[in-house]
């Protein structure tokens, strides 16, 4: 394996089938870009004259769309930043705190990260998409799906006020499990 001896950015980011590291190697003197998506190289481009611009392409199970921008700061210094589905990464994973919720926890000494899709109450664990089965129930709604040997439910309740609006929590035998914050 060659060294990445002009990798210039790095990013983690969090979709619903888990997080994806994207790696940026820019070769200022070759012209050459390089896009890896969690390890694995999606594009390459050798001697580009044209130094500055942009590289598309998708990360994980939904094909979420990526672009890294290239652009020119001062004399021979470039800025890289990212966006996702159109948006900044920043104002991205903002948006994505307010339609998913995100657990992870440890059953039988494996990690599990667990994710809802408020829009959609698809439930995502460890980047497979969840069977659910969803009922009603007298303060709201349940989903239920299991984890290896464990029966997980997501609660849906109502907080009573419009401002905050729904409140999901996480139950997994019988343990309320604390959302986590990425």
């Known amino acids: 394996l060659e060294k990445m001896t002009d990798l210039v950015a790095v990013w983690e980011v969090a979709l619903s ?3 994806h590291k994207i790696e940026f190697e820019h070769g200022t003197t070759s012209g050459k870009r390089v896009v890896y998506v969690d390890g694995k190289e ?3 481009k050798e001697w580009m004259f044209k130094l500055v611009g942009k590289e598309t392409f998708t990360v994980g199970a939904a094909k979420t769309k990526a672009t890294i921008n290239i652009d020119a700061v001062s004399g021979f210094a470039y800025e890289y930043t990212l966006d996702i589905n159109g948006k900044s990464l920043k104002k991205y994973m903002e948006n994505r705190s307010k339609t998913t919720n995100t657990w992870v926890l440890s059953l039988d000494g494996m990690e599990y990260r667990v994710v809802l899709e ?3 109450m698809d439930v995502w664990c460890n ?3 969840m069977e659910t089965a969803g009922e ?7 989903t239920h799906f299991s984890v290896g040997d464990h029966s997980c439910c997501i ?3 109502s907080s009573g006020k419009r401002r ?3 409140i999901h929590t996480l139950i997994v035998d019988d343990r ?3 959302e986590a914050v990425e």
């Open 17 to 19: 089938d888990g997080v």
């Open 42 to 44: 999606e594009i390459r």
């Open 118 to 120: 408020k829009d959609t």
């Open 127 to 129: 980047g497979e998409k």
């Open 136 to 142: 009603f129930v007298e303060d709201g709604t349940e």
């Open 155 to 157: 609660k849906a309740v």
């Open 164 to 166: 905050e609006g729904i």
């Open 176 to 178: 309320e499990i604390p």
